[in-house]
Structure formats: C-alpha cells, structure tokens
C-alpha cells in the first residue's frame, strides 16, 4: 500500500539561511493552515512547524469551532479522522467532505495506521475514502516532523504555481 510519496522534495524553500526569501520566492501571501485533531500534542506539533516554516496556523479545539473556522480561506489543511475533535468521526469526514469541494484548498487527512486498531476507520477503506475526497495526501499515523515540513513545503510549491499562474513544479528524487 502506497501511503506518503517519500521521493518528493521540494526545489524552493521560502526562508534562506540569514532570514531572507531567496530571489523569486513569493512573499505576498503566506502558506495559511488549519489543523483539525482531538489531539493536544499533534494539533501543537503541526502549528509549531507551519508557524515556523514562515506560515499561519488555527487549531479549533471544538467541533462549532472547527465548522467556523471553514469561513477563512485556509490553503492547506490538516484533518484528524483517527483522532477528531471531541471524538466525532463523523464531523472530521463531513468538515473534510465540505472542504474537498472548495478551489484552491489542500487536504491532509490523517488517518490510523492499518494495524492501530484506534477506534473506527484506519487502513484501505479509510485511505480509499481520503483519497476519493480529493485528499492532497493521507498519512496513516504522522509520523516525524520532516515529514510534517516536507508536506508544508510542497503545499507552499502549489500555491507559489497558482499564484503564478502555472502548476507546481514538484522534484522526485
């Protein structure tokens, strides 16, 4: 099973060594996030890697909260179906049902590993799902931070691609 595609790596990072953006990379709009998990220590793991990769971050911590927050135009976001906010399953998959209809936003569903036997979904059905959504990727358990960053940074590529007018140029390695 096919789950993260680990050979992507990003050709452009928006931050150089002393602080500055390298020439020709976009400033005028940072990589705005919205993470959506029950989980204290991912929903602090991912905004702390956005909000130090130069972007924003909201993290809702209850489900009203989380169906407010859809009115901002969020570029990519995170979505926990193994770990939802207050629990509902059912809310993650229709927040993220809602979300997939919209233009220009990038899902992230994180789902249970195959063998986590957490609670419902997790394995093929549960991935089968994320990606018929449209999901931009489906991680079954997040694993490190790079990964996390890895991820961050190639939505930033999309957006630099459609803020010029032109789909993302994506590196495998």
């Known amino acids: 099973m096919i789950l993260f595609p680990s050979g992507i790596v990003s050709e452009l990072v928006c931050h150089g060594p002393s602080g500055t953006p390298p020439v020709g990379c976009s400033t005028s709009r940072p990589l705005t996030s919205l993470v959506l998990t029950g989980q204290a220590r991912l929903r602090e793991r991912i905004r702390e890697i956005a909000v130090g990769r130069g972007g924003v971050c909201r993290a809702p911590t209850t489900v009203a909260a989380a169906w407010r927050a859809l009115a901002a135009a969020d570029l990519l976001v995170f ?49 089968c799902w994320a990606r ?42």
Do not use: M, N, W
């Open 79 to 127: 979505i926990d179906v193994a770990r939802p906010i207050e629990g509902r399953v059912d809310e993650a998959r229709a927040i993220a049902e809602t979300l997939a209809l919209r233009h220009g936003v990038l899902l992230a569903i994180c789902g249970a590993p195959a063998s986590a036997g957490e609670g419902p979904g997790g394995g093929d059905d549960e991935e």
């Open 132 to 173: 018929q959504t449209g999901a931009f990727v489906y991680l079954p358990g997040v694993g490190g931070d790079a990964g996390i960053a890895r991820i961050i940074d190639e939505a930033r590529l999309v957006f630099l691609g459609l803020e010029a007018g032109q789909p993302a140029k994506i590196a495998r390695s």
